[in-house]
C-alpha cells in the first residue's frame, strides 16, 4: 500500500471514529494536511470531521448535500489560480455556511479577497493548531479574525476606504474640509481659495450630502476618522 492511500484509509477511519456535535467539512487537495486536520479535529471531543474533499467542485457540491456546521477551505484547491475563492462565493450564493479560510497563502489581497467574497476567518497553516477554537467561534456566530491576519486585513480595507472617499471628493471639496479640520473659519477659507460666498456654500452642501451630515465640521470630524488627511491634497 503506497503512502497516499495510506493516508486515504486513516483519514476515512478518522471520520467514521466519532460523531461530535459540530460537524465540519473540510476541502484540501494536499493529502498530508487532511492527515493532519483530520488528526487535530479527531482530538476535540465536541467536533467532527463530517467529510473531506479536494476540488472546488466537490466543496461546492458537498457543501450543499451535507448537513455541515462549518467549513474548512485552502485557497489552492484544482489550480494554482486560488480557485477556493470562487468556491467561497459560489458556497455562500446557494448556502448559509460559516466558511474558514486554512491557507499557505500570506497575500494581503487573498486574505481580503476572502474576507470580502463572505469568508468568517481567515488562518495561515502555520498556526493551524488555533483552527478547533475558530470552529467553535464559526459555529456560535461569534468569529473573530485570527490575530496574524487581522492587522493585515484592518489596514488593506482601510486603504481601500481611504481611497474611496478620495475618489467621492473633488479637490476642492477635499482641501474644505482639511481647512475646516484644522480650525480655519470659513471666511477665512473663501480668502485662502480665492472663491465667493456662494461657490463656498455650494461646496458645502456637496459635502455635507455625500458625508450624509448636518453641517460641514461634521462632516470634517468624519473625514478625519475615516483617514482623509492622510492622503493630503493629492489627486
Not at 450564493?93 to 481567515?122: C, F, Q, W
Not at 487581522?150 to 471628493?169: Q, S
Request: glycine share 4%; hydrophobic share 40%.
Amino acid at each position: 500500500m503506497n503512502k497516499q492511500t495510506s493516508f486515504s484509509v486513516e483519514i476515512i477511519d478518522l471520520i467514521h471514529r466519532k460523531n461530535g456535535s459540530i460537524k465540519v467539512l473540510l476541502a484540501d487537495s494536499d493529502l498530508d494536511w487532511q492527515q493532519r486536520l483530520a488528526m487535530l479535529i479527531e482530538s476535540e471531543p465536541d467536533i467532527y470531521l463530517s467529510n473531506i474533499v479536494s476540488t472546488k467542485e466537490e466543496a461546492i457540491r458537498a457543501s450543499v448535500q451535507l448537513d455541515v456546521d462549518v467549513m474548512i477551505l485552502e485557497m489552492i484547491l484544482n489550480s494554482p489560480k486560488r480557485d477556493g475563492l470562487d468556491a467561497v462565493a459560489e458556497i455562500l450564493r446557494n448556502k448559509t455556511l460559516p466558511i474558514i479560510v486554512l491557507s499557505s497563502i500570506h497575500d494581503p489581497e487573498v486574505m481580503v479577497d476572502a474576507v470580502v467574497a463572505g469568508a468568517v476567518n481567515y488562518i495561515t497553516k502555520t498556526n493551524y493548531l488555533d483552527i478547533p477554537v475558530a470552529i467553535r467561534e464559526a459555529y456560535r456566530r461569534q468569529s473573530s479574525l485570527h490575530s496574524d491576519v487581522a492587522a493585515i486585513i484592518r489596514n488593506e480595507i482601510g486603504l481601500i476606504k481611504r481611497k474611496e472617499l478620495h475618489c467621492m471628493l473633488t479637490p476642492t471639496e477635499k482641501e474644505i474640509l482639511q481647512l475646516i479640520g484644522l480650525g480655519y473659519r470659513q471666511t477665512i477659507i473663501r480668502e485662502l481659495l480665492g472663491i465667493t460666498s456662494n461657490t463656498l456654500k455650494s461646496h458645502v452642501r456637496h459635502i455635507t450630502r455625500k458625508f450624509d451630515t448636518r453641517s460641514i465640521r461634521e462632516a470634517a470630524e468624519k473625514a478625519k476618522r475615516r483617514g482623509l488627511y492622510d492622503l493630503h491634497y493629492a489627486t
